[in-house]
């Protein structure tokens, strides 16, 4: 059942903190400051990564190229449905990853068979074990989330990007401090997601927008992928026009869009040159009188251009993305209930989308 909650979905964000524990149970080596992944031990490190995914997965995918950057492996991600009818070329040592929540994704799976015909050694990330993807896969890293009703994929999507940042550490040496920061954010990581869904003000926050012409939601670096998930999320289930860009992209068109009537949902965290970049972004759209609501750690700065602001707190890197996400999901999940939509079934789609 819901456990008293009015939907699935509102049921499964909450449930976050729970996934992520699960995920990170018996695979932090505190003591090392050490990402130990038992799964992955039979497997070399590849010289490249090609990740196929569809949806919501393929942007857990992209941030998965994200982590594998800064581990120092270069990484691609493909659309499972232009892989399977057109691979790229597929080096010696390619490793190709299926992100599928279900496992049983017809375009993901047909990706996965084409690279496996070609030669390429597969891992399957999934929540479901003995998925057809677990299966026919020569390597398998289960994300631990528990089972997900809401057609709206969310607790799967944290789960995900907190594998894929265990699966990009594990492929590397882990000595320094670096690899101890990183574990102990990891760590952390349910307690500040508990935070976030406490003290989260999204429910007012939308109800100031209920009626705008379009939506977008723009990041930077691995909050990307979080600004398409975000308008992958609201797109979905309150079923209005929501687009997500990298937060450097819109100038070169999309801006012809932006007025007084098309929120902008900034995704802005840390303190760097990305940051400072988005920010100048930000600045772009407040010009065109676009309400700004700013997604962020407090750290950027990016308070002082915002009408709203939802807070996550300062964590790192490669966690602080998990962290906007959910404030991002709920900002999602307000305005569709408030719209009055299907929010675990919505129109038109299946939870496991099985035909090309
Ligand atoms: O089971 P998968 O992760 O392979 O599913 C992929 C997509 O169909 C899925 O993420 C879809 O985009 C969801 N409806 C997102 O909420």
Known sequence: GKSGYAHFMLKEIHEQPTALRQGLSGRLDELAGQVTVDELDGLETPTTVQFVACGTSYHAAMFGVETLRTAGIPAQTFLASEYATGPPPIGNETLVVGVTQSGETADTLSALREASARGAETLALTNVVDSTAARECDHVLYI????????????????????????????????????????????????????????????????????????????????????????????????EHAEGFAAGELKHGTLALVTGETPVFAVVTGDDERARKTIGNVKEVEARDAPVIAVTDGVAGVEQYADHVLEIPNTHPQTAPVLANAQLQLVAYHMANRLGRSIDKPRNLAKSVTVE
Not at 158 to 169: C, G, I, R
């Open 144 to 239: 631990r989330s528990g089972p997900e009703i809401g057609v709206a994929a969310t607790k799967t999507f944290s789960s995900q990007l907190v594998a894929l940042t265990l699966f990009s550490a594990a492929l590397v040496d882990q000595r320094g401090e670096e690899s101890r920061e990183r574990v102990a954010a990891l760590r952390a990581l349910p307690s500040d997601l508990q935070y976030v869904l406490d003290e989260s003000r999204t429910a007012d926050v939308v109800d100031a927008y209920l009626d705008s012409a379009a939506y977008f939601f723009i990041g930077r670096g691995p909050n990307y992928p979080v600004a398409l998930e975000g308008a992958l999320k609201f797109k979905e289930i309150t079923y």
